[in-house]
């Protein structure tokens, strides 16, 4: 048989013809029946045939949670809007009736119109010679909200909230439509989860922990009354604004009132809510990195890098913007990877070593080798856009400018636009990688003059020597036979250079490119172009820009024996559903790892760095001292890595690392690359890495280093 039964729209139309809805209320516009009538049958027929039949109804944007390697420690929130969908059994009781008291006591008689709502509507505005009654019912509101979260375009936005009557018609058309699919409880949980109650809070979770901070189940009669009555004009009737307390507790009361005559509460209950007084506990949700705990706003630099990465994933959209809208509409619940105890640490030892008011800007970044997992980004700064107090700028000729220091947003130690900062003898870890994979043994020596005249053809300069570049060594000590052992112990220049020589300083530049280092300068763009780059020798002793990131996952990598991970800030995302994020198959936080090179070459390696801490190579000689003997002194476990120095102490760096964990320090002026370190701070980021990892690493089993084979070694 057909089904006789009428379609939405003439649902509507019928009502029209029927005279049931007898005016429609449009900001100062009244549409009377008469009104209705003169528009012809064509209201009812042809236009309201031409609307949507059905609602589309799309995700609200929801927050998105971001916590710290514990899953329970909150780094921040993204949103747009702060809502979090809640369950209506998760919702105090009141706050249902409350609601339904204050803007539709018939919510549960009608089908979605209130014909007697409208109808009442129309003779009191008639009356009052303007709109003083709406006449819309909670399902047509809830309608409104759908279409206003679901609009892509300002003209949506517009049309899903204008004062038309084609915009009231096509709410009635919807709100019936709704009525037929969904339950009255699952439009009430709609509802609440999307109304707006002020202070950007979206949903009765959000309004409960906004105005209370209380979880919405735990509302009480006067607090759920109050913030029923908020929907209506959250502005006017806002009770955290000063002088309207008054306006505030007579909309509360109004609804209590509401609620007592639908019988929802007892004429006690209600006389006891209408007395109390408004008390609200006010909190302000954070908002992005820069609304992180003062208590931790350290954690702001991390939560800046993590957004960074957040915006290269392709996962999350077509391009930044998309990414971004995604974070902060998207309602993730991301575990990051930061360690709060290693982080505690490396913040401690960095700031004893440098303080916040230094214009040296001093930091650590420390990894997990095996994971690429960043778990602590420490700076002596604040996180903070505020720089009106900041310490003059370095640069003399800059004095009328303010400097970087102690409040900044400036990546300091990686992810963002910032080239980092010239690395020196650190770059030598490239050049021996890329001989040991080439196949050349540790044991490779050369005698290493105090200067060196080299192949390489530079500009006349303070270390040339003619055309050729002629670099020297720090000390005259450094002068006789080295091997890879000795000359990375001692950080030896003409030794390494002449390494890079043998091997091609071309495959020095592309081991740094295996393992993560991008070219940010125009200079070093230039340079590492196969055209140039077998011609840049200086690259051995870090004249390129790198950031304390990018070094400190070098060394991870080493102590990964040659599994390279990319820096990964996260340790699971999860969506709304709480099912993991993935993309293409995989999870979008999983580990990203490749081989970049053996086992036996990470182990040589790692038998050289192990000279420059003062641990000692298994497998040769170091040469009778080192570079940094405090490190294994101070941590007093296997540890090896390098210190990196450039030319005057522009900076000064340290990198370590055990089986375990992988940390990298510095010591520069982000304002003024020419404002030098000098020695007085040569050591400061060896002893911050070395008492960082020896503090994170307590309690924990003194694992050994894997040596070389015979194969590396001889």
């Known amino acids: 048989m057909t089904d006789r039964r009428p379609t939405v729209a003439g649902r509507v139309a019928l009502l029209i013809r029927a005279g049931l809805i007898a005016g429609l209320v449009i900001a100062g516009l009244s549409y009377p029946f008469t009104a209705l009538a003169g528009m012809g049958v064509k209201v009812g027929t042809g236009a309201l045939e031409n609307m949507p039949e059905q609602l589309t109804e799309v995700p609200a944007a929801q927050t998105t949670y971001v916590y710290a390697r514990d899953g329970k420690t909150l780094l921040t929130m993204f949103y747009e809007e702060y809502r979090r969908q809640v369950a209506l059994k998760d919702m105090s009781p009141y706050i249902t009736q409350a609601i339904v008291a204050s803007e539709d006591t018939r919510f549960y008689e009608h089908h979605g119109v209130d014909a007697k709502g409208v109808a009442r509507a129309f003779v009191a505005n008639q009356q009052a010679g303007g709109v003083s009654q709406g006449a819309s019912t909670l399902t047509m509101q809830y309608v409104r909200m759908a279409l206003r979260d679901s609009a892509r375009t ?34 009430l949980q709609r509802y609440l989860n999307a109304a707006y109650f002020g202070h950007r809070a979206y949903g009765i979770y959000a309004a409960a922990e906004v105005f209370f901070s209380k979880p919405a189940k735990d509302l009480t009669l006067n607090e759920a009354a109050l913030l029923a ?25 109004y609804v209590i009132d509401q609620m007592l005559k ?53 996962a999350f959209g077509k391009n930044v913007l998309e990414r971004e809208e995604n974070l902060r509409r998207g309602g993730y619940r991301v575990i990051t990877s930061i360690d709060p105890e290693i982080q505690g640490y490396a913040e401690a030892h960095v700031l004893a070593k440098e303080g916040r008011d230094s214009p040296f800007a001093h930091g650590e970044v420390v990894i997990q080798p095996g994971s690429g997992r960043v778990l602590s980004m420490a700076v002596n700064r604040k996180y903070s856009l505020h720089q009106d107090d900041n310490g003059k700028h370095s640069d003399r000729s800059q004095r009328d400018v303010r400097g970087n220091y102690p409040n900044t947003v400036n990546p300091l130690l990686g992810g963002g636009d910032m080239a980092g900062y010239q690395a020196g003898s650190t770059f030598k870890i490239f050049t021996m990688l890329a001989a040991l994979d080439a196949g050349l043994p540790l044991s490779t020596s050369y005698y290493a003059p105090e200067r ?32 890879m052992w000795s000359g990375f112990g001692k950080s030896v220049n003409t030794y390494f250079v002449q390494l890079e020589q043998r091997v091609g300083a071309e495959k020095a530049v592309a081991m740094a490119e295996r393992l993560g280092l991008k070219w940010r300068t125009e200079v070093d763009r230039k340079l590492a172009t196969p055209e140039h780059a077998s011609g840049w020798g200086a690259f051995t002793l870090g004249v390129s820009d790198a950031t304390p990131v990018e070094i400190a996952n070098v060394f991870a990598t080493v102590a990964a024996e040659g599994n390279y991970c990319e820096p990964l800030p996260v340790m699971s995302i999860r969506n709304p559903d709480g099912k993991d994020a993935t993309y293409k198959g995989r999870l979008i936080a999983a580990p990203r790892c490749h081989r970049v090179f053996s086992q036996d070459v990470a182990r040589a390696a790692t038998d050289a760095a192990r000279c420059v801490t003062g641990y000692g190579a298994a497998r040769g000689s170091c040469g009778g001292w080192e570079t940094s003997p405090m490190v294994f002194g101070t941590l007093g476990r296997p540890v090896a890595g390098k210190s990196g120095t450039t030319d005057n102490n522009k900076t000064a760096w340290f990198s370590g690392f055990t089986p375990q964990l992988a940390a990298s320090a510095f010591v520069a002026d982000p304002d003024n690359p020419e404002h030098y370190v000098g020695s007085g701070r040569s050591t400061i980021s060896k002893y911050t890495v070395a008492e960082t990892l020896r503090d994170a690493l307590k309690g924990q089993p003194h694992a050994k280093f894997t040596p070389p084979s015979d194969k590396l070694v001889w």
Not at 175 to 181: F, L, N, P, T, W
Not at 284 to 307: E, L, M, R
């Open 154 to 187: 300002p003209k949506q936005a517009l049309e899903a909230t204008e004062q038309t009557a084609s915009r009231k018609l096509r709410e009635m058309r919807l709100a019936i439509e709704v009525e037929q699919r969904l339950t009255k409880q699952q439009i």
């Open 229 to 253: 009555g908020l929907v209506k004009a959250p502005s006017a009737y806002d009770p955290a604004i000063k002088g309207q307390g008054a306006a505030a507790t007579t909309r509360r009361n």
């Open 262 to 314: 639908m019988g929802s509460i007892t004429a006690v209950q209600a006389a006891n809510a209408k007395k109390a007084k408004i008390k609200l506990r006010l909190s302000a949700p954070p908002n992005d990195c820069v609304s992180i705990n003062t208590k931790h706003n350290d954690w702001g630099f991390f939560c800046d890098y993590f957004k960074n990465w957040w915006r290269e994933q392709r």
């Open 452 to 483: 060196f005249v080299s192949k390489y053809i530079t500009a006349p300069g303070p270390a040339t020597c003619g055309t050729h570049w002629c670099p020297k060594n720090s000390s005259k000590s450094m002068t006789g036979n080295q091997t």
